[in-house]
Every structure is written in structure tokens, then in C-alpha cells.
């Protein structure tokens, strides 16, 4: 995968951060890309927007993509680390590669990924790290509600 | 928790687990209890049903139990081991305890959890058993697709 491919997938992905933002919810996007490159799905956060906890980035864009048969080769790229929660999902589907916009204000699951063959990039893209960030400080009873922290 | 609260409680993931299979769908079902033992969400996969694959048994439970501002003290029961995906969600969330109806047909994340301090229930309760052998061997193809087995 070239380094314009990674960043146009992840150009997707911070347009749904930014639009989860925008609707009043936390700023992290994903988007599920097919072996071939396809967009399969493309979605954000919406624990404030749909009152549903269930709805981080990455299932989101996992949900979006429907039913699929085999997972091989896909990327799942996401503004964020995946949490436990979407690290599982990633493991448990086969999904074989996940683009990271920053792993700086947060620290998921991904070293375990690429301990069990998922490819890990991690970008260190600077406008994720500031969205978050910026998100963090303004609410953080919110952000620790999202992650499962008292 | 008593062996006849433990029983109650996966007579609802159970009861769940067979609405799923009377609509159509795959057979497993989740509850999720509060710290005081309160009923908070219970629910079924719906991957046919709704075609979304993001709907296991236990994230349709917690779905339904809405935001909580901590899983401290609460128990997933659900009537087969948790995949990878729902083990990430207990271990992101901090839910205290996990009932499992039966581990023998599938075994999940349960020994992770157990490792990072979720307290483990495995029942063997052959009903579970049962109905997930009997539907393994009807749709082979539906749950491969389910557990994401190519």
C-alpha cells in the first residue's frame, strides 16, 4: 500500500471524525476498505448522537459494510487506536491490516494486533492528535465514559 | 452469586438465544445484570435478521442496556463463550463478571478475560450445547461467516 493510498483512506476517516464532531459526538472516524482498495463502509462514534454505546468508529464502519464473507485483505483505517473492543472485532473477523491516525492521547489494543499478524500502521497524523486532544480537555467525563474508565 | 441466580440469569440469554432461532437467525443469546442484579439489556445476534454483522448476542445486550457510566460489578451471561470481539468489549468496558452457558462447541476469549481479572462462569449447561451443535451442523456456512472463519 503506497503512502498516498494510506492517506486518502484516512482523509475518509478524519471527514467522519470530523462530522461526528460536527453532530455533537466524539471525534473518532473509521472506514473498512476492501482488498481491491473499495470503500465497503464508512461511519463514526455515535454513543451521544444515537444514545448507543455500541457505536465506536470502527463497528460503525464494520456495520456499514454489511455481511461479508471473508474479511482477508481488508484494512480497517481509524482516526484513533482501536480499543479493546474494536481490536476484537478486528482479530476475531481477520481483518488484515489497520491504518492508525494517531496513538498518542490513546493506547489500544494494536500492539496485540500485529502480535497476532494484523499489519499496524500508525501515522502519527497531527490534526487527529489535535481533534482528540482538543476533544479530550472540553470533555473528558465524556471520553472516559466511552472507554469504560470510572 | 448462588448457582440459582447464575441459573436464572442464563435462562434469559437462553430464551434469547431461541427467539433468534425462531426468527431465522443464529442461535445465541446475552443479558447483561447490573451490580445490584438488575435486569439493564438483553438481546440476540442478529446478523440475518438485521443483516448487520456487528450484532452478537452480547453487544445487542449491551446495546440495549444504553450508556451507563460504569460497568463496575455488572455480569454478561451468554449462552456460548464470548468471540474475540465480545471479549474485547468486556475487557474495554470493565464488566466484572462473564456466565457462560457452554464453551464446548466454541471457545472464545473467556481464558483472556479470566487472565486480566473478569471472573469466569462456565456452566456446561448441555441445552446450550444442544441447540448450538444442532445449528452448526444445519448452517455450517452461516456460522463460519458469524466467527469470520474463511
Known sequence: MSDSDTRAMLAVAVAEARAGLASGGIPIGAALYGADGTLLGRGHNRRVQD???SVHAETAAFRAAGRQRSYKG???????????????LVRQFGI??????????FHGGHDWLAEHGVEIVVVDDPECVAMMRAFIADRPELWHED????
Open 51 to 53: 444514545g448507543d454505546p
Open 74 to 88: 481488508t484494512t480497517m483505517v481509524t482516526t484513533l487506536s482501536p480499543c479493546w473492543y474494536c481490536s476484537g
Open 96 to 105: 488484515s491490516r489497520v491504518v492508525i491516525g494517531e496513538a498518542e492521547t
Open 147 to 150: 472507554i469504560g474508565e470510572d
